[in-house]
C-alpha cells in the first residue's frame, strides 16, 4: 500500500463514503488485487500513480498488464 492509497483513503473517509476493501483479489486464479473495492457496488479503484517517472504502470509491460487486469475485471462485472 503507497502514500497516494492511504492519501485517497483519507479523502474517502473525510466525505464519509463508504469505506473500501483493500488490496482484494478479484480474479482467481489469477493473483491480480484491486488497491480499493466495494464489493456490494461491484466497483473497483486502481490508484496508478506518477505518469512521467517511469514508474511500473507507464512502461510498455507495466500497462500492457494493467489493460488486462482491468479487462478482465469489466468482463466479470466490476466498474472501474
Known amino acids: 500500500m503507497s502514500r ?8 474517502i473517509r473525510a466525505v464519509g463514503l463508504l469505506e473500501p476493501e483493500r488490496e482484494v483479489m478479484f480474479a482467481r486464479p489469477r493473483r491480480w488485487r484491486a488497491d480499493f473495492l466495494w464489493s456490494d457496488a461491484m466497483l473497483i479503484c486502481e490508484v496508478q500513480g ?4 517511469q514508474g511500473r504502470h507507464s512502461r510498455g509491460k507495466g500497462y500492457q498488464s494493467d489493460c488486462e487486469k482491468l479487462n478482465r475485471a469489466q468482463q466479470l462485472g466490476y466498474k472501474y
Not at 497516494?4 to 479523502?11: A, C
Not at 506518477?50 to 517517472?53: E, F, G, I, L, P
Open 4 to 11: 497516494l492509497e492511504d492519501s485517497l483513503l483519507f479523502q
Open 50 to 53: 506518477a505518469t512521467w517517472v
